[in-house]
């Protein structure tokens, strides 16, 4: 099991550019989340989808912020334009929905991300 | 200006000896919780959960301890190791698979362990 999946593990970009992160949740969880840990804010959660489908995106901070998980393997969160206080590490996190005893939820490696 | 960061609460324990972390969780109708560990540059990773309907949950070298009344969860680590230090979080989920399955982390407490 190579467990999630984050790329890159580093980006570092000029205020105003996209960034677009990438996430490959593990095969067979159908539930897939997104969060940002900040020091000033510890972790948090941004969007969360199930099956495919967009649930809770009343963490996502500003329009800036969009997420989309086109098929069961793979999900993205662009940030456009950038501006240095979106700063902090992304995580992404996957789950298998209604499975009692699961080993709660399963973190990816983040990505660090430095807006300049 | 300056910015001010969180100021982590801090464990610090005898390599050897036992160590209790507590954590506070903000909603009594929480219905599933987690304890997770987090070492520098890495995501968190589960340690143990514990279902609303239990009080204490064991593993390996580790025990969940819940208590609804005052809505506090411990975590409690036996015989310390180095490889336990890090930061850990208690994480709470208002209704497991019933459609609010979104996880809400507390502050974290960085443990420290002294040879």
């Known amino acids: 099991d190579a467990g999630v999946i984050q790329s890159p593990r580093h980006e570092v970009t000029e205020m105003g550019q996209e960034v677009t992160l990438r996430c490959k949740p593990i095969?067979?969880?159908?539930?897939l989340f997104w969060y940002r840990q900040t020091m000033m804010r510890g972790l948090e959660l941004l969007i969360y989808?199930?099956?495919?489908?967009?649930?809770?995106d009343s963490g996502m901070p500003e329009d800036r912020f969009s997420a989309k998980m086109p098929n069961a393997s793979f999900s993205t969160l662009k940030i456009q334009p950038s501006e240095p206080r979106d700063s902090a590490v992304y995580f992404c996190?996957?789950?298998?929905?209604?499975?009692?005893?699961?080993?709660?939820?399963?973190f990816g490696s983040g990505t660090r991300l430095t807006v300049v | 200006g300056e910015s001010v960061g969180l100021h982590l609460p801090t464990l610090s324990v005898q390599e050897g000896d036992n160590s209790i972390i507590n954590c506070a969780y903000s909603?009594?109708?929480?219905?599933?919780f987690i304890w997770y560990k987090q070492e520098s540059g890495k995501g968190p990773q589960f340690i143990i959960d514990?279902?609303?309907n239990m009080d204490k949950r064991q593993g390996q070298r580790v025990t969940v301890l819940l208590n609804k009344t005052v809505k506090h969860l411990s975590l409690q680590i036996a015989a310390t190791q180095p490889g336990d230090s890090a930061v850990y979080f208690c994480?709470?989920?208002?209704?497991w698979g019933g459609g609010a399955d979104g996880l809400t982390f507390g502050k974290g407490t960085h443990l420290i362990i002294q040879p």
């Open positions: 996190a996957s789950s298998r929905r209604r499975d009692r005893g699961i080993n709660g939820y399963t």
């Open positions: 095969s067979g969880h159908n539930s």
């Open positions: 989808f199930n099956n495919n489908v967009p649930i809770d």
């Open positions: 909603n009594s109708a929480s219905d599933y």
């Open positions: 514990i279902r609303s």
């Open positions: 994480a709470e989920i208002l209704s």
